[in-house]
C-alpha cells in the first residue's frame, strides 16, 4: 500500500495514524528519500522502517561520485536510527555492489527483476 502526505496537512493526525498501522504490523516506508518533501525531517515526525533511496541517485552512481557519497551517507544515518535501507532504480552490478559493501539492506530495479505480473512474480519467489 502506499499512501501520499499531502503537503500542510496537520502532521499530528498522520502521526498517529501512521503509529496505528505500526502497531497493527505494517512496516512504515519514506519513499524517494532526499529528493522533494521526502526530507530528514520526516525521520523525526513519523514512525519510519525503511528509507528507500530515491533511485535519481543510485542511476549515476559510481564508486568516484557524489552519488555514492550521498548514498553512504543516507545509509550510516538509516543505520544509527536503527531504519532498514532500499536503495531503488539499481540497473547494474557496479551500483549493486557498491551499495552492498556501504551496508544497503535491499536492492529494488531492472538488475533485480522487471515488473512482473502476479503470476511470473509468483514464478520468480519459487525460482529464487
Same mark, same amino acid.
Given at each position: 500500500?502506499?499512501?501520499?502526505?499531502?503537503?500542510?496537512?496537520?502532521?499530528? /493526525?498522520?502521526?498517529?495514524?501512521?503509529?496505528?498501522?505500526?502497531? +497493527?504490523?505494517?512496516?512504515?516506508?519514506?519513499?524517494?528519500?532526499?529528493?522533494?518533501?521526502?526530507?530528514?525531517?520526516?525521520?523525526?515526525?513519523?514512525?519510519?522502517?525503511?528509507?528507500?533511496?530515491?533511485?535519481?541517485?543510485?542511476?549515476?552512481?559510481?564508486?568516484?561520485?557524489?552519488?555514492?557519497?550521498?548514498?553512504?551517507?543516507?545509509?550510516?544515518? /538509516?543505520?544509527?536510527?536503527?531504519?532498514? %535501507? %532500499?536503495?531503488?532504480?539499481?540497473?547494474?552490478?557496479?551500483?549493486?555492489?557498491?551499495?552492498?559493501?556501504?551496508?544497503?539492506?535491499?536492492?529494488?530495479?531492472?538488475?533485480? +527483476?522487471?515488473?512482473?505480473?502476479? +503470476?511470473?512474480?509468483?514464478?520468480?519467489?519459487? +525460482?529464487?
Amino acid at each position: 500500500m502506499s499512501a501520499r502526505i499531502p503537503f500542510g496537512l496537520n502532521g499530528r /493526525a498522520w502521526q498517529r495514524k501512521l503509529f496505528e498501522f505500526r502497531q +497493527a504490523g505494517v512496516d512504515i516506508a519514506l519513499d524517494d528519500f532526499g529528493t522533494g518533501f521526502s526530507s530528514i525531517s520526516y525521520l523525526k515526525k513519523f514512525p519510519t522502517d525503511y528509507i528507500k533511496i530515491d533511485k535519481s541517485f543510485v542511476k549515476s552512481m559510481t564508486d568516484v561520485s557524489n552519488d555514492k557519497v550521498l548514498c553512504e551517507a543516507i545509509i550510516v544515518l /538509516a543505520k544509527k536510527l536503527g531504519i532498514s %535501507v %532500499v536503495a531503488e532504480g539499481v540497473e547494474t552490478q557496479e551500483q549493486y555492489d557498491i551499495l552492498k559493501r556501504m551496508g544497503c539492506d535491499y536492492a529494488q530495479g531492472y538488475l533485480i +527483476a522487471r515488473p512482473l505480473s502476479e +503470476a511470473d512474480f509468483e514464478s520468480f519467489l519459487i +525460482a529464487h
